[in-house]
Each structure stands twice: as structure tokens, then as C-alpha cells.
């Protein structure tokens, strides 16, 4: 028998086939070299497992790298399971095995110095995801796993063992497998529909994806005479009369529509909705600032002599005002003294609940993540083995699991490829 094979199960037939083809039997094959694919990898090799990574782009780890605006923001001292759309016990599950201290201590002991910035954000101290990357990839190369690019898995049969095809005409053999294939978002940086076919073929149920963390198209196109503008604000996203979702923080005015992270941070509840009819955001401008109505009523007794436009002066950028002025439909010479009771309030409310109807989400290659993917209640939430496949264990974006922006999606990847290897490790 050639060096390196290892039968599985004392099949004669299955031993036939592998001492003819020449091919050895990995422990883990692993079909993607993203966040959580590179920590999986590394920890069962840790192991001593054979470990094969298969991963379809020439460049491994192409979404860490452009993470974080390029910085990669490894993960956040808030990740709880409040932050995430999935069910709290499976990221609990995942959690437990890799919290937020072990994040920490993980990535330093790569030899990656850490930082920490506003709102809990967690970044390389050298500001470059470079940083992650190539140390991540070095401990891998050390601890004996193999990483092969440029080859894309676009079949897998189970049988005693799992046989993966790729498109460049490879097949390999592995005992396990772990699809760590990402989402469909980002397409340009290797973001793919084939993961979920993948899955799909080895009987699970995929929910169709949706567009997360991404900016929105808005109906009116008026909101162009912002673009550029960035302001605070609290960010109501609802169908009708019903709440959808909620953030706060920065809104950021574009040619198209609206973004920013408070706006983010909605979307993925938004672009859901949507598939069920039309969406409205409320931006209330002066949410942090308190008895609003009496800073208001006190500047139009100091200054109601002026007009419109000069009574917003040190209030609202000059652009806002002028947008505002016009949605009112004020007439602009007048004295804001002059108003009446009717158009005063409608101001004052429309500053704390200025609505805009969403058109759409930006296209998938503007899309960070993917709401949508393999059906949560069909793997194992404590080793994220299939419940379907045994043997085959899915990580990451691939399942319907996304966070809010900020280094909860990425905590979320290393966490849940941990924790699969950890069952991958035992036998």
C-alpha cells in the first residue's frame, strides 16, 4: 500500500479503490480558507489530524484581509449572542469554547499585538489585516496542514469516506469535511453561491440569502444634495406601523441613499423585510439630546425673527437645513415667527423622525455579510456537525448566523471553526 494511505473502516472494496488511484485519506478536509477555516485547520492539525484545506481563489483569506476597511477588526469586546440573528443557543455553544478573553489570548500567542479601539472594536496594532493573515497562515504551514489555492470543490460524495471533486479535475479523500465555504456576499473577494450547493447536495436546506451590513437605496433621490455628509443619529427601520429594527450612530448621506454604521446595522433586517413589501426609516437627528422641544421653543423666542435658513445656522449643516426647508415645504423668506403652529411642528418633528422610504439594498459585491444560508436547526450546535451528513461539519458565514458590524461576524467565524475542531480532534 503507498505511503501514506490509511483505510477506513477495513472496507476490501473501498482499499482496492485507494491502492489503485494512489490517494491518501485525510482526517479533515476542509473546503475554504477563510476566518473560520484557517483557525479550524490550525487546531486540528494541532491535533496531529491530517488536514487538507481546499480554497478556490489563489489567496487564502482574501475577506480577512480586506475586513475592517483593510485593518481587520478580529472581533469586539461586546460579542454576545444579543448581537447576532441566530438562535442565542448556538451562539452560546460557540462562545463557551471561544469567548472574547480567549479571542485575545488566540491571536497574541500568533504573535499579533492587539489593540483596542472605540465601542469595543479589537484591531491588529499594526492597523494592517496582514497582520492576521500571514501569522495565522505560518502556524498552519508549521502545525503540518496542507492548504492547496486555486482549487475549487464543486462536488462531494459520502460513502464510507467523502470524495471532493474540484473544477481543475483533483480529487482528494477525506474521512471528514468541514465547508467553511463562506457566503454568497462580496463577490468579488470570493464570495460565492457554491457553498450553499454544496450543502444543499449533502441534504441540508439552504434559506434563500439576503444582502447584510450594507448600505440602502432610497426612494428619494433629493437626499443626493447630501452626499458626504455624516451626522449622528438614532435609526428607526419599520413596515408600516411595526418596528423592524434599531441602532444608533453614525448616518453617512450618499448620491444613492443612505449608509454608515448606525445604517449597517439595520440592514440586514431591512433587506429581509423587504421581500414582504416596502420599508421606511425614521432618523431621529436629536436623539441624545435632551427636552429637544424646549431647546427648540427657547431658540425660535431667541431667534424667530430670522428666516428659515438662518435659524437652523449652528444647528444643522447648511445642506440639512436647506433639504429639510424644502421636504416642509417652508416658505423661505418668512420669519421662522411667522410660521404657523401647524408648520412649527411638523419641523420639530420631522428633526426627530424624518422618514425616508428604502428602494433596495446596494448590490451583493457592496454587501459585508449575508443574512440567509444552511438552516441552523439542522447541525449540531455544540460541535456544528450536520444532523443530516454525519461526518460533514459547517462553519461560518455559510449558516444563517450574521452580526452587526463591528468584529462580531469575524468573532463569530474563528469561534465556530474552533469549535468544530474540537469534535474533529477527539477521535
Not at 452560546?92 to 469554547?97: P, R, S, T
Not at 491571536?107 to 497582520?131: C, D, Y
Request: hydrophobic share 40%.
Amino acid at each position: 500500500m503507498p505511503k501514506g494511505v490509511k483505510p477506513c473502516g477495513g472496507q476490501d472494496i473501498l482499499l482496492k479503490f485507494i491502492i489503485m488511484t494512489n490517494l491518501p485519506i485525510y482526517d479533515v478536509a476542509i473546503v475554504g480558507a477563510g476566518a473560520s477555516g484557517l483557525v479550524c485547520a490550525l487546531e486540528c492539525a494541532r491535533a496531529k489530524k491530517s488536514v487538507l484545506v481546499l480554497e478556490k481563489d489563489v489567496q487564502p483569506g482574501r475577506k480577512i484581509l480586506a475586513s475592517g476597511n483593510g485593518r481587520c477588526n478580529i472581533t469586539n469586546r461586546f460579542a454576545a449572542p444579543d448581537y447576532y440573528h441566530a438562535p442565542q443557543e448556538l451562539i452560546q455553544a460557540a462562545f463557551k469554547n471561544f469567548p472574547f478573553e480567549k479571542a485575545l489570548s488566540y491571536f497574541e500567542q500568533l504573535g499579533i499585538p492587539l489593540r483596542e479601539e472605540e465601542n469595543g472594536r479589537i484591531f491588529p496594532a499594526t492597523g494592517k489585516s496582514t497582520s492576521v493573515l500571514e501569522p495565522l497562515k505560518l502556524a498552519i504551514q508549521e502545525a503540518g496542514a496542507v492548504l492547496l489555492t486555486g482549487q475549487e470543490v464543486n462536488r462531494i460524495q459520502k460513502k464510507n469516506h467523502f470524495t471532493l471533486h474540484t473544477a481543475q479535475g483533483e480529487t482528494f479523500l477525506s474521512r471528514r469535511v468541514v465547508l467553511a465555504c463562506g457566503s454568497c456576499a462580496y463577490p468579488q473577494l470570493t464570495g460565492t453561491q457554491s457553498g450553499y450547493q454544496l450543502a444543499k447536495n449533502l441534504g441540508h436546506h439552504i434559506i434563500p440569502p439576503t444582502p447584510a451590513l450594507c448600505a440602502l437605496n432610497l426612494k428619494e433621490k433629493a437626499v443626493a444634495r447630501l452626499q458626504g455628509i455624516r451626522l449622528q443619529a438614532a435609526v428607526t427601520a419599520r413596515q408600516g406601523q411595526e418596528i423592524i429594527s434599531q441602532s444608533q450612530g453614525e448616518v453617512l448621506f450618499t448620491n444613492y441613499g443612505i449608509s454608515g454604521p448606525a445604517v449597517i446595522n439595520v440592514s440586514a433586517d431591512v433587506c429581509q423585510a423587504l421581500t414582504h413589501g416596502p420599508v421606511q426609516l425614521d432618523l431621529n437627528l436629536f436623539a441624545n439630546t435632551p427636552h429637544f422641544n424646549n431647546l427648540m421653543q427657547t431658540r425660535r423666542e431667541t431667534w424667530g425673527h430670522r428666516r428659515a435658513k438662518d435659524f437652523f445656522a449652528g444647528l444643522l449643516h447648511e445642506n440639512i437645513a436647506n433639504l429639510l426647508i424644502d421636504f416642509a415645504g417652508i416658505r423661505k423668506n418668512i420669519p421662522v415667527q411667522d410660521w404657523t403652529p401647524g408648520t412649527w411642528q411638523n419641523v420639530v418633528n420631522t428633526l426627530q423622525k424624518w422618514t425616508f422610504n428604502v428602494l433596495s439594498a446596494r448590490p451583493w459585491a457592496e454587501a459585508m455579510a449575508a443574512r440567509g444560508g444552511v438552516n441552523t436547526r439542522e447541525i449540531n450546535y455544540n460541535t456544528f456537525e450536520s444532523v443530516k451528513c454525519p461526518g460533514l461539519f459547517i462553519t461560518g458565514e455559510l449558516l444563517d448566523v450574521d452580526g452587526r458590524s463591528g468584529g462580531f461576524n469575524l468573532h463569530f467565524a474563528w469561534s465556530s471553526g474552533f469549535t468544530a475542531a474540537r469534535k474533529l480532534s477527539e477521535d
